[in-house]
């Protein structure tokens, strides 16, 4: 038949495991135990004999199920690349031979392990089926850009010159925002002495002449709806009119907004026309129009200028911003240049309390200045008093001392804002909120939000969630550009504050990963960081009990409901994390290569001895984006683990299943142990909530040892980052510890 399913094993004797492992008799347990209708030994597995081998097979043995023992999972994964059939791994280098010594009195228990660890894999590879895509739609290759600043402009002309259509969407009539009205920008090359050219007219004539990319001026998104591949927007003009175009995916590039010091009456921003801001400064030299730059309340050349930096920035004050933008300076260091450059021997000082120049200008760009004659004074500033000319005064921070300085024009440092739309989860605050007191208290959140940009039609808001300040929640390390919404990447100022170069690289990096979004929705895949499964959910719908746990808790929005309340998933936006499969009370949801079962097997099917044997069983339930690569290098460096611990990589702590739990301590394990990723808000789980949802749910797991009368020490949670190569493994051999402490299960056959 057709759909028959036949099994093979492939065992590596390379890298050590033949010296240290019994292979006849790991290939007696994959045929005997994990029911392999086959199995191989090869001494590399990974070289181009060994692969063959396995590709011969499955053209012409039929195979359609592969469980290969040897290295990590993690590694070799373009040798052991078969996307043709269903494939489990057996980890016997890193996760067997590394971590235990090679002593005689270790043989039996190192053997123990790989033993379990083959029938694991055996288990697992089983209870799996071959993914295939969704089919959901078709490849779409045009990609929207929402902004046409510096960062929107680099990201279409990037997107373009691979050869993707762009259209871009400009609320404003022009192209350039914020960097359009800049005299020049912050040098990006050697010797960092001289601002430059912004290159902004080259860019915009580089679009305009590109016939690739669309422009929209005076254009917003009445309406977004759709997923990867298929996103439908509804592109509306000033005018009234708008016209709906489909694209596979979207970059938000649009921008920032300036701090406002009306609050800070010290400033007299408000009071004196020759106060002015940094942005409203290159306004002024703009005017200038290569002449002296000439103070806005007479008209009078400035002779001298005070730069007031980091106002409104870094506080705890009401109102203020609670983060320095970090290029502050810089732009700073760039405007007094302007003056030496325009006004001759116009008096320029700058006024800081702690000078900041990041990136590669920096300390040349600061030492340029200073020899330009830009006196840098550190100073705190209390008060500038208006007049005809204006009185400045601070705190002298060096010599601790009160001083004045008289000047024509005070520039004021102010931040950058992010030009985000409402965030998502505070829209939704309103609609979950149980009582009125509670929804008038979340609307009261709602008050002050910006309109919506993207007006995506989700169950879950408008727009791109906020990860901190109102910027986009795009983590800076796991995954830079990627949101919540799949396919949608946010690039530039709405990410962090940064400068125009860093803008720029901002940019080309979204429009790479937005590529890579439009490709892999037309051929089914998902995005990162699984980024090429096939593999989606789906729900066995006479089981549902419509609870809507997976609805709310998917942190992607992948799943929303139909009439009866059933629950419809969206593969395209779907992120393969599983947290709705952990989600599900009555274990109805799974994915092809991942459920209940593919994990459920893999524990039963570990040897637990009796207890008269003294070997305890330990499970450490581990996430495969940190605390699995942190154990795979902690094996690499020598760092021993208990021989009792079987260790399961899980896609996210979100999808573990309290079942899981509960058959490993009626079938008589000792202890677990889960390793999820840092929640909160410096989280790092690279599927954003499913780390912290996960723990959540296990906060309730002692009721289950009561209900056991087990010891609540038997199951220990933690957040592990990819770094904690020394602590990850002490955490299982602190259980090890535990176990030996309290005394082995009760459970135990």
């Known amino acids: 038949m057709a759909d028959e399913k036949k099994f093979a094993g492939y065992i590596c004797t390379g890298c050590g495991i033949g010296e240290r492992l019994d292979a006849g008799q790991l290939e007696t347990i994959a045929t005997r135990d994990g029911k392999m209708q086959s199995c191989r030994q090869h001494e590399m597995l990974?070289?181009?004999?060994?692969?063959?081998?396995?590709?011969?097979?499955?053209?012409?043995?039929?195979?359609?199920?592969?469980?290969?023992?040897?290295?990590?999972?993690?590694?070799?994964?373009?040798?052991?690349?078969?996307?043709?059939v269903a494939m489990s791994r057996a980890n016997l280098r890193e996760g067997v031979i590394w971590v235990r010594p090679d002593t005689d009195e270790n043989r039996e228990t190192t053997q123990e392990m790989a033993d379990d660890y083959i029938r694991m894999a055996c288990a697992e590879v089983k209870f799996m089926?071959?993914?295939?895509?969704?089919?959901?739609?078709?490849?779409?290759?045009?990609?929207l850009v929402v902004g046409g600043g510096i960062t929107g402009m680099t990201a279409a002309l990037e997107t373009a010159a691979a050869g993707y259509p762009v259209h871009i969407v400009e609320k404003s009539g022009v192209l350039g925002g914020h960097a359009g009205g800049y005299y020049k920008s912050i040098p990006t090359r050697s010797p960092y002495a001289e601002p430059q050219d912004t290159g902004i007219?080259?860019?915009?004539?580089?679009?305009?002449?590109?016939?690739?990319?669309?422009?929209?001026?005076?254009?917003?998104?009445?309406?977004?709806?759709?997923?990867?591949?298929?996103?439908?927007?509804?592109?509306?003009?000033?005018?009234?009119?708008?016209?709906?175009?489909?694209?596979?995916?979207?970059?938000?590039?649009?921008?920032?907004?300036l701090y406002d010091p009306s609050a800070l009456p010290q400033y007299a921003y408000d009071k004196s026309a020759d106060v002015v801001t940094n942005e409203e400064l290159e306004g002024l030299v703009?005017?200038?129009?290569?002449?002296?730059?000439?103070?806005?309340?007479?008209?009078?050349?400035?002779?001298?200028?005070?730069?007031?930096?980091?106002?409104?920035?870094?506080?705890?004050?009401?109102?203020?911003?609670?983060?320095?933008?970090?290029?502050?300076?810089?732009?700073?260091?760039?405007?007094?240049?302007?003056?030496?450059?325009?006004?001759?021997?116009?008096?320029?000082?700058?006024?800081?309390?702690?000078?900041?120049?990041?990136?590669?200008?920096?300390?040349?760009?600061?030492?340029?200045?200073?020899?330009?004659?830009?006196?840098?004074?550190?100073?705190?500033?209390?008060?500038?008093?208006?007049?005809?000319?204006?009185?400045?005064?601070?705190?002298?921070?060096?010599l601790n001392d009160d001083a004045t300085m008289q000047c024509d024009l005070v520039v004021l440092d102010v931040g950058m804002m992010p030009n985000t739309g409402p965030d998502p989860y505070a829209q939704l605050a309103v609609e979950e909120a149980?009582?009125?007191?509670?929804?008038?208290?979340?609307?009261?959140?709602?008050?002050?939000?910006?309109?919506?940009?993207?007006?995506?039609?989700?169950?879950?808001?408008?727009?791109?969630?906020?990860?901190?300040?109102?910027?986009?929640?795009?983590?800076?390390?796991?995954?830079?550009?990627?949101?919540?919404?799949t396919g949608i990447y946010a690039a530039g100022p709405t990410r962090r504050p940064m400068d125009m170069r860093q803008a720029a690289d901002d940019a080309a990096g979204a429009a790479m990963k937005a590529i890579q979004a439009a490709e892999n929705a037309g051929k089914g895949r998902a995005a990162h960081p699984r980024s090429g499964d096939l593999s989606f959910p789906s729900f066995r719908k006479e089981g549902c009990t419509q609870c809507k746990r997976c609805t709310v808790e998917c942190p992607f929005g992948a799943i929303n409901e139909d009439e009866k309340r059933y629950p419809i998933f969206n593969e395209a936006r779907c992120r393969r994390c599983g947290t709705c499969m952990g989600a599900c009370p009555v274990r109805v949801i799974s994915f092809e290569n991942y459920s209940v079962d593919t994990v459920g097997q893999q524990i039963k099917n570990v040897e637990v001895p009796e207890e008269w044997d003294e070997k305890p069983r330990i499970l450490v339930l581990a996430c495969e984006n940190d605390a699995y690569p942190a154990l795979d290098q902690s094996a690499m460096n020598g760092v021993e683990i208990t021989q009792w611990a079987r260790v399961v990589p899980v896609r996210c702590l979100g999808s573990i299943s309290l079942s899981?739990?509960?058959?490993?301590?009626?079938?008589?394990?000792?202890?677990i142990v889960l390793m999820g990723c840092q929640k909160g808000e410096d989280y790092q789980c690279h599927f954003v909530k499913g780390s912290e949802m996960g723990l959540e749910r296990m906060s309730k797991v002692g009721d289950t040892l009561q209900t056991l009368n087990l010891e609540p020490e038997r199951v220990a949670s933690y957040e592990v980052a990819i770094t904690d190569i020394q602590r990850a493994p002490k955490l299982i051999n602190d259980m090890a510890e535990t176990v030996q402490n309290i005394g082995m299960s009760p459970f135990k056959f």
Request: aromatic content about 8%.
């Open 660 to 671: 899981w739990i509960t058959d490993s301590l009626n079938n008589g394990y000792d202890g």
């Open 129 to 143: 089926t071959q993914p295939t895509g969704s089919g959901e739609q078709e490849l779409n290759k045009q990609i």
């Open 201 to 257: 007219s080259q860019m915009i004539a580089d679009v305009e002449a590109n016939d690739s990319i669309t422009v929209h001026l005076n254009s917003t998104l009445a309406r977004t709806e759709g997923a990867p591949g298929r996103f439908n927007a509804e592109i509306a003009t000033e005018s009234g009119s708008s016209e709906t175009l489909s694209f596979g995916a979207i970059i938000q590039a649009t921008g920032f907004k």
């Open 286 to 398: 703009m005017q200038a129009d290569g002449g002296p730059i000439k103070r806005p309340s007479d008209g009078k050349a400035v002779e001298s200028v005070a730069f007031v930096q980091n106002v409104g920035q870094n506080s705890t004050e009401e109102n203020e911003l609670p983060y320095h933008s970090g290029i502050g300076d810089m732009i700073a260091i760039k405007q007094a240049m302007y003056f030496k450059e325009l006004n001759g021997n116009c008096d320029t000082t700058i006024l800081f309390d702690n000078l900041r120049t990041p990136g590669a200008a920096g300390e040349d760009f600061y030492r340029a200045g200073q020899q330009k004659m830009i006196t840098f004074s550190k100073g705190a500033v209390t008060e500038v008093v208006p007049g005809s000319t204006l009185e400045v005064k601070f705190k002298d921070l060096i």
């Open 434 to 485: 149980e009582d009125e007191a509670e929804k008038e208290k979340a609307r009261a959140l709602l008050e002050n939000a910006p309109p919506s940009i993207l007006n995506l039609e989700y169950r879950q808001g408008t727009d791109l969630p906020h990860l901190k300040y109102g910027f986009t929640d795009s983590h800076f390390i796991c995954f830079p550009y990627e949101t919540r919404r």
């Open 46 to 84: 990974c070289s181009k004999e060994g692969v063959q081998t396995i590709r011969d097979d499955i053209a012409n043995e039929g195979v359609t199920h592969i469980m290969i023992a040897a290295c990590s999972r993690r590694a070799k994964v373009e040798a052991f690349n078969f996307t043709e």
